[in-house]
């Protein structure tokens, strides 16, 4: 099971954390993933983590802005997300995988509820 959260209503240029928690199983094993789905459009992968893969990945539209990175203590897994845009308003949902890191949605096993970021002035 995953647990999302951390969304809120921010102005455009803030930043915001949102983390991904790991019920039942260890996030040591698995790819996980941050995806978002904007209204209207289709779920996109924006970042992903795996130690099998040794490293992380963000997609073009988020880099530079957005980073990802784990704590296994907590076995959880962050989004860090700074100078967000109107652009990144979207539900995002975080996905885990025993196999590599992907950008499809179809690629991954379980899937957390959404927890919803909204940028606006």
């Known amino acids: 099971q995953l647990q999302a959260s951390g969304g809120g209503l921010v102005q455009p240029g803030a930043s915001l954390i949102l983390s991904c928690e790991a019920y039942?199983?260890?996030?040591?094993?698995?790819?996980i993933g941050w995806f978002r789905q904007a209204p209207g459009k289709e779920r996109e992968g924006v970042s992903c983590?795996?130690?099998?893969?040794?490293?992380?990945y963000n997609d073009d539209s988020v880099k530079g802005r957005f980073s990802i990175s784990r704590d296994p203590a907590k076995n959880t897994v962050f989004l860090q997300m700074n100078s967000l845009e109107s652009e990144d308003t979207a539900v995002y949902y975080c996905?885990?995988?025993?196999?590599?890191?992907?950008?499809?949605?179809?690629?991954?096993?379980?899937w957390g509820r959404g927890t919803l970021v909204t940028v606006s002035s």
């Open positions: 996905a885990a995988d025993e196999g590599r890191c992907s950008f499809l949605p179809r690629a991954y096993q379980f």
């Open positions: 039942g199983f260890s996030s040591d094993f698995y790819a």
């Open positions: 983590i795996s130690i099998r893969d040794g490293g992380t």
